[in-house]
């Protein structure tokens, strides 16, 4: 009898067990949330390049991090907003970018590119074109729309002038 209470209660924790384990979720990339993050991507670049830093402030959190190649981290959209706008000059260059990944799990996403600086006609030969890669952490917003949360970039090595 007492055999048969061990067994009973063994395959009974048995089986609570197995019942109480979660399956692994796969993340969640919805076509939506893919399609907003790059809505937001476009929203960054139209506004960048009219140099409307006003229309750019909602696509970033307010607690944003931005983590420059070269340069202290700056906290905050403000902060970061007045970074972006006294370096950066439209009538010189404009960017375009890609999204080369999407990557949502509920409240937040990973998106990481490429971006391009292109000269304007304003510019002159003397302005060279820069490109580089950028990775962002986004987080939903209360307004479940995304905003820029951890943004990184780099730029890449200019390419080597010919020599005659």
């Not at 009219?50 to 959209?77: K, W, Y």
């Not at 260059?93 to 600086?117: F, S």
Request: glycine share 8%.
């Amino acid at each position: 009898m007492k055999l048969h209470a061990l067994l009973l209660g063994l395959g009974s924790a048995l089986v609570l067990a197995a019942c109480a384990q979660k399956p692994v979720e796969a993340p969640d990339t919805s076509e939506a949330d893919t399609t907003a993050i790059h809505a937001s991507v476009d929203q960054f670049l139209t506004s960048w390049n009219a140099g409307d830093f006003a229309s750019m402030g909602p696509t970033l959190a307010e607690d944003i991090i931005l983590m420059q190649p070269v340069g202290q981290t700056i906290s905050g959209r403000d902060a970061v907003l007045e970074t972006i706008a006294q370096g950066h000059d439209v009538k010189m260059l404009q960017q375009t970018a890609t999204v080369d990944e999407v990557i949502v799990n509920g409240d937040h996403a990973y998106a990481r590119g490429t971006w391009q600086l292109n000269p304007t006609t304003a510019a002159g030969a003397d302005v060279q074109a820069r490109n580089g890669k950028w990775s962002v952490l986004y987080k939903r917003g209360a307004d479940g729309g995304w905003q820029n949360s951890r943004w990184m970039w780099n730029q890449d090595a200019a390419a080597p002038v010919p020599t005659s």
